[in-house]
């Protein structure tokens, strides 16, 4: 009998999870697993995750990838299927806490957000006292992916987050506000110019991901502020890595839902064969899938790709 | 046959009491209703006046032969007790809320704050009794209280405001949702943290299991609310007063219906279901996530409208309503079996939400 | 005639934004008769005896049941009362059945427990009732006392309407129009059951654009014009020519 | 005042041709209308009066406050010409599909599809142009054909298989969405890629500078279709069959109207409008989004309920649906500036929506 | 009378499920004449003239108009046949004007560009057009002819579908149920109205149940009973006892 795996992303409509499910399947197929997938119809999408958690343990495979709508929320249905002996990765966004899931193979989004907070703070040198900060963020919702985000930019560029699980709730001077974007070019593009509004002076922009920043970058051209400005962003799909190519982002930390994707089945083929469970990377609660920085404007000290080389390795 | 002349008509200015001349002739007029010989029927109009004397039927019917395509497609696997009974656990909460829906929209109304309402109740009650401390009994009265009051509200703006019910809920939807995203800071609560401080929030979540199925508590109380609701709205002067609201409503008025209040009753019954929708919500997704049925508002409508009950009011059974939202879950849970992409599940549900209303208008074409 | 009016009204007043449907109003009805309401379109006759059931709710005047001042809230309250109207529209609902619509509001409820902890309907006591009501009125054609008031022609749902108010009236009835989309055989029916309902002793308002049937069966004529009473007329001391007159105008009352 | 007393009745069968005998009186009956003297009006009163009279004239009112209101608490920032004409920009989208939800809620119907058909017609038009090398003007037009299709599809859905615009349009809505995903694989298109190979695709984002205003094309199309519809429903034969349609279908039936035609009309019309739609979307965020305006199905039902047009249809100035959607875009801009949350910003236009229908409810309350 | 039917119909049948409307009827309307449609309540008048006006499609027989076979698929085909119709329902809509709802359908354009082009509305012109229809037909009681058709009473109302159809039939007029709702006063303007259009040459066909109407301007009487033709007869030569007899049923005709 084949070995059989499911993989549940968060929806199908971000080409991250379609990326992510691409390289599952070419995995799947190379190692002779039957992979179902499963997809929410949007973000927060808790009752089909958990339907199809259900699906996959009815339908009797050795493993699930999942990547959790809400990392919480899924904890039940996960602890149900680890209880019925199917080993449960999850991809991309933990688990709280993170020992739901057998194992966690993950961008540290965290980190991915201190990268650019860094690379923003070196780059403005003397001028990132003075610096006119916004940030774009997801939603009213703030999960955990836009937090860690968010708060890591910050405290890479030098801010006291306060609650680091909270965005908003900073006192200093340099921020200007932030605002919504829903994740997409339109979103961007309407926070970036309510954001200017308030003080068009703005000139370091954080992107909860690359399409807000490209919406952003529309805003900034339409008010003639596009050179003033850095835009710095989170992703590292190929739209994104061009972008940077073209000036349009200043830098954006990659990630890889490919290679996630693609050690989520390996660790499936590993466990259905003998049992072994994958082990989660020393001193973190999961097994980091790494990030890069990508730029073309490289600064000392923080070790950075250019968009050239990023061109092979990005998703979508 | 002889007709008697009418008598002559009396003079002048002083009028006749009594039928007018020409209408003598009525005395000897047949006293029966007039009959026709039923015209010949085609198989396929027969079929459909049959259907239309019992229009419960058909969602049963479109239930049956879903279950068996999907049956026939996906195998034994769907087929299994255990996966029939996944199902029924699946849409427990859909269900619930479309229960509560179909109260609205048999008064001719819709409500597209039910979900909000839910989620902001299972919100309520877990703030309440595990991060307050609150005792869980008290907690989730609590929350079927101002559940009821959310429900009261949207009621009083339709009823006494006058305002339609869709922009009366389209505003209060936004409302409660923010409320929500408020009051729980958009922080799920994490299952472990309710089995510690409240299990009875996951009363609903326990199940057993009987030939291989396993039946969760959330799914019988699913069943049980409509059948209580089955049993008010055909057997009691309420329900009946519910179904004639929606039928007309400045009928129902004239004929000395309080239907102010009995409309203010039924938007307050459906905020308490779904409250009670939030008990067991939290059972079937074991945390409470503030984030978690977004689409539910949208979802009851669909699985309602399915289930043959007229957006106009006063018509249909609301026991299509849960058959209803069976058939939006079979479908789900046999697509997936059949590994379809979600793409062409959404894409399916599109067409079946046509199709199935298409066939029930095509069922109510006949006249009786 | 000098018994106190059964229903009485003085000085009613009602407003729709520029228009003054009931202006300063007055009214009797006695104890037992049959007072016809005619007026041209428009004149306020609806408008008065929604006021009297207590659909509507008058700007201004008071009423009196019985000697005893009354205000309707609600047409329940009128009905409550004894007061049983049938409204130009009739006031039926399409889709629920015959024993349903008579029951409107005035639900029996079984005996014991099943009634008073769970409310249910006595639904055969209810459907006997109606039958014999509706066969008592002559309204045999009607085969099915389950159907849908949907299904029934017009002639048909007047009756039941009509056998609704007849059945459950006790001190008086109100029919606004009973017979304006009738033909003959029905509107012949309607004033048939009207006398009937009198020789009961309860009182009938009849509203009509139809003289012949207002001549035939009314004891007494109230003449309305412009939001008021113009005047009451004996039908045995006027003409039809004089009633018609009075009502639109073209002579005066002396 | 002398009668002449009737003339005898004639006798028996033959009856009498002329007017019954009762009638004789009417002769001299008054021929004028009745007239009362108008009652004292409370100020109140006197101003719910004026506003009836030109109902159109209440969004406005609403707008002008608004603004004035968010002008004294967010200060000059919010007063500024450039933000105006931003908030004008930002509505641009939103507004057109207004225009189209307008139409449709004018016939006594809803569209729950119209954001949907706008995404995928500009998802249609850019893989068209940007990824298969089909030259912009013929892209678009293939969108505007695609779009017309998409709209007659629903419309053909309403009138023929006389479904509820509801159903279908939910259908419908699920069925582009999934399209939509299915033919964009979920990926944007570039602003950088957009400008090479088709710029005009983004014509509708280009702009100038009056008055220290910024006005984009964009925001003028969005006038340009108000006041092109606004001649069309009001100074046209067709205009004024959509009103009747809205009104009392079986009437305008009955009248002589071809009501199915003119649906399917109205539908195609609002699909080809959601494709112009698409093009201005595209010029309007930069690049081509398969995941924006997945909101804009309400946001635009949202528009034409603060608009003032009524849900029932019929009535209703095409033109409120425009101030409804710059009232909602004042309060948005408004609120941010004034540093409000979003959480609060979704509360605010709860209460916006329930209350801008509250007033146009009692305005309409005075009978004229 | 052997000049040729203006508008004939044979065998018509039109079934609503298990009802039969029509029955295999038969119709003729002579010119210039004023022919009275009489019976029963559900008798299929209504469905009748529905059929002769495209207001539904016939499930079998053939109409045929001066001669010519038609079958119209709308009511604006008959009406583009020059056959006007005022529906028991009046079929106009409550929130446009009463200029819109004369025009409705048949709207004028503007001459040359704005017309052609812009298809523009000439107002003005229907406006004035409108006005003298309805001044001529007597209803000069409507202050402004672009208020709204609600706002006016059902006598008004009325008037206005009666004098939209007056003002456009070139061929023949049909009536139904004119003056059901209307008072002693507002139905006497209606008949006028109709006698109006005959005196230009126009023929009517009108359904009432006021006997004393039908026989006091009717030229024939079509009697229908049970969904057919039962007779056709002349008021000059039957009393109302044998018509009300013939169409009820009570007396068979010779
Ligand atoms: N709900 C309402 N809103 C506004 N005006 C109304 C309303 N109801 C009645 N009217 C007006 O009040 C006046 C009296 O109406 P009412 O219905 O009482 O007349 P009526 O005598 O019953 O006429 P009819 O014989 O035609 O039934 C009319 O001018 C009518 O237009
Ligand atoms: N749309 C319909 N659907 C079903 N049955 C119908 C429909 N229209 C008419 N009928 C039935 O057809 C029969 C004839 O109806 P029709 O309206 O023609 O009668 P009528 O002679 O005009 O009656 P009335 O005098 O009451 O207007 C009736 O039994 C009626 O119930
Ligand atoms: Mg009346
Ligand atoms: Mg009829």
Redesign the pocket.
């Known amino acids: 009998d084949a070995i059989g795996a499911c993989l549940i992303t968060k929806t199908d409509t971000n080409p991250f999870f379609v990326k992510m499910r691409e390289g599952a399947t070419a995995a799947a197929a190379e190692k002779g697993i039957t992979l179902q997938t499963y997809a929410g119809r949007i973000d927060g999408d808790v009752e089909n995750q958990i339907a199809a958690v259900e699906s996959c343990i009815a339908a009797g495979v050795s493993g699930i990838l999942i990547t959790p709508s809400d990392s919480r929320a899924l904890a039940p249905a996960v602890t149900q299927a680890r209880a019925a002996g199917i080993l449960v990765i999850a991809l991309d966004t933990p688990f709280e806490p993170a020992d739901t899931a057998s194992a966690t193979f993950a961008t540290d989004n965290f980190r991915a957000g201190v990268l650019i907070g860094e690379w923003a703070a070196a780059t403005l040198g003397d001028a990132a006292a003075s610096a006119r900060i916004a940030t774009l963020d997801l939603n009213a919702s703030q999960i955990s992916v836009d937090y860690l985000r968010n708060q890591g930019f910050m405290t890479g560029f030098g801010i006291d987050v306060k609650d680091p699980t909270r965005i908003g709730d900073e006192d200093d001077g340099r921020i200007v506000g932030s605002d919504v974007t829903n994740g997409n070019e339109e979103g961007g593009r309407t926070a970036m110019e309510n954001l200017l509004q308030v003080d068009p002076a703005i000139n370091v922009v954080y992107t909860i991901n690359e399409p807000a920043a490209a919406g952003a970058y529309e805003a900034l051209r339409a008010m003639g502020r596009q050179n003033e400005v850095l835009i710095v962003s989170v992703d590292g799909g190929c739209p994104g890595v061009r972008n940077v190519a073209e000036g349009v982002i200043g830098a954006t930390s990659m990630q890889f839902p490919l290679r996630m994707a693609s050690m989520g089945i390996e660790a499936i083929a590993a466990f259905a064969a003998d049992g072994t469970e994958p082990a989660n990377a020393e001193g973190l609660d999961f097994f980091n899938t790494g990030v890069t920085l990508v730029t073309d404007k490289p600064v000392d000290g923080i070790p950075s790709i250019t968009s050239d080389e990023a061109l092979g390795l990005c998703w979508g | 046959m002889t007709t008697t002349p009418p008598p002559p008509p009396r003079p002048g200015p002083v009028s006749g009491r009594g039928p007018s001349d020409f209408e003598t002739g009525l005395a000897a007029s047949p006293q029966g209703v007039a009959r026709f010989e039923a015209p010949r029927r085609t198989p396929l109009a027969g079929i459909q006046h049959l259907l239309h004397a019992t229009p419960t039927l058909v969602p049963v019917i479109v239930l049956a032969l879903s279950i068996l395509v999907f049956g026939l497609i996906a195998g034994e696997r769907f087929f299994s007790p255990f996966n029939l009974s996944l199902i029924l656990q699946q849409v427990s909460i859909i269900g619930i809320l479309a229960a509560a829906q179909s109260l609205i929209v048999l008064t001719a109304g819709i409500d597209l704050s039910v979900a909000a309402i839910m989620v902001l109740m299972s919100v309520v009650s877990g703030k309440l009794a595990i991060t307050m401390g609150v005792p869980a009994p008290l907690a989730l009265g609590a929350s079927f209280a101002l559940g009821t009051l959310a429900g009261m509200l949207n009621g009083l703006m339709v009823a006494r405001l006058k305002l339609p019910p869709f922009i009366v809920t389209l505003g209060t939807w936004n409302i409660f949702f923010a409320l929500n995203l408020w009051f729980s800071g958009a922080q799920s609560i994490r299952s472990q943290d309710i089995d510690a401080a409240a299990p009875l929030l996951k009363f609903f979540g326990n199940s057993f299991r009987v030939a291989g199925a396993n039946i969760t508590f959330g799914s019988i109380l699913m069943v049980v609310i409509f059948a209580v609701l089955w049993y008010v709205l055909n057997r009691t002067a309420w329900g009946r007063h519910v179904y004639a609201i929606g039928d007309d409503k400045a009928a129902a008025e004239l004929a000395g219906i309080r239907t102010d209040r009995v409309l203010v009753q039924v938007y307050a019954l459906a905020g308490f279901i779904c409250a009670i929708g939030a008990w067991a919500a939290i059972g079937r997704v074991g945390s409470i996530s503030p984030q978690s049925f977004y689409e539910g508002n949208l979802q009851s409508i669909t699985a309602v409208v399915i289930g043959g009950i007229s957006l106009f009011g006063g018509r249909g059974s609301i026991m299509g309503a849960l058959f209803g939202a069976l058939i939006v879950g079979v479908f789900q849970s046999g697509l997936r079996l059949a590994g379809v992409d979600v793409l062409w599940q959404v894409f399916a549900i599109g067409w079946l939400i046509i199709i199935a209303v298409a066939i029930d208008q095509w069922i109510r074409k006949v006249?009786a | 005639m000098n018994r106190e009016p059964i229903l009485k009204a003085r000085g009613l007043v009602k407003r729709y934004g520029r228009v003054t449907a009931l202006d300063d109003c007055d009214f009797d009805l006695m104890p037992g008769e049959i007072l016809a309401v005619i007026g041209d379109n428009g004149a306020g006759k609806s408008s008065l005896i929604k006021a009297l059931s207590g659909a509507i709710a008058i700007d201004e005047g008071e009423i009196t049941l019985d000697g005893q001042p009354v205000s309707f809230a609600s047409p329940l309250a009128a009905r409550d009362a004894g007061i049983e109207t049938v409204y130009q529209t009739l006031a039926l609902s399409p889709a629920l059945s015959i024993v349903e619509n008579m029951f409107m509001g005035r639900e029996w409820r079984r005996p014991g427990l099943a009634g008073r902890w769970f409310r249910a309907l006595d639904r055969d006591r209810m459907r006997a009732f109606a039958r014999d009501k509706l066969s008592e009125l002559g309204l045999m054609t009607i085969q099915n006392i389950d159907q849908p008031v949907e299904t029934l022609?017009?002639?048909q749902r007047q009756g039941v309407a009509v056998a609704r108010a007849a059945a459950f009236g006790s001190r008086v009835v109100i029919l606004d129009e009973p017979t304006a989309?009738l033909?003959v055989k029905e509107s012949r029916r309607v004033l048939e059951l009207i006398l009937d309902v009198k020789s009961r002793g309860i009182p009938i308002i009849l509203i009509s654009h139809n003289m012949p049937h207002v001549f035939e069966v009314a004891d007494r004529i109230h003449v309305h014009r412009l939001g008021r009473r113009l005047c009451v007329i004996d039908p045995r001391e006027h003409s039809m020519s004089d009633a018609v007159a009075y009502m639109t105008g073209a002579k005066a009352p002396h």
């Open positions: 006249s | 022609s017009g002639g989309a033909g």
